[in-house]
């Protein structure tokens, strides 16, 4: 009942900046909490961020300070602003769905989408 596209993905420098957007495909957006995982080159896929329907945010200890997530219910968005990029943060970004921000923080999630993919180089 949710499709997720992913956008905003591609080249930053060491220290640079992306916003990546998740527009979902549903008539009930805003009963839904929403967040991010990232596939680790090497490693398993790690939670990111998630925003629950009244706004409570989970960030993974790597992303505090760095990221930020938020949304807009009026455009059925979320956007993950990342800043001081490094290196490491180069992988595919999923977007996620499910029933709570917790829940997702736990890796408990029933829709993802397809994946953008970012580099950080020097």
């Known amino acids: 009942q949710v499709q997720l596209a992913e956008s905003g993905g591609g080249f930053a420098q060491d220290g640079g900046s992306l916003r990546l957007s998740c527009k979902a495909t549903?008539?009930?957006?805003?009963?839904?909490?929403i967040g991010w995982v990232r596939q680790v080159p090497g490693l398993e896929r790690r939670f990111v961020a998630a925003i629950g329907a009244d706004g409570t945010k989970y960030y993974a200890d790597f992303a505090k300070g760095r990221f930020t997530i938020s949304r807009d219910n009026t455009k059925n968005t979320v956007w993950l602003q990342m800043n001081s990029l490094k290196p490491e943060d180069s992988t595919d970004y999923y977007c996620?769905?499910?029933?709570?921000?917790?829940?997702?923080?736990?890796?408990?999630?029933?829709?993802w989408g397809q994946g953008t993919q970012v580099t950080v180089s020097n």
């Open positions: 549903t008539t009930s957006f805003s009963s839904y909490a």
């Open positions: 996620i769905a499910g029933e709570s921000a917790w829940r997702l923080s736990q890796y408990q999630y029933k829709y």
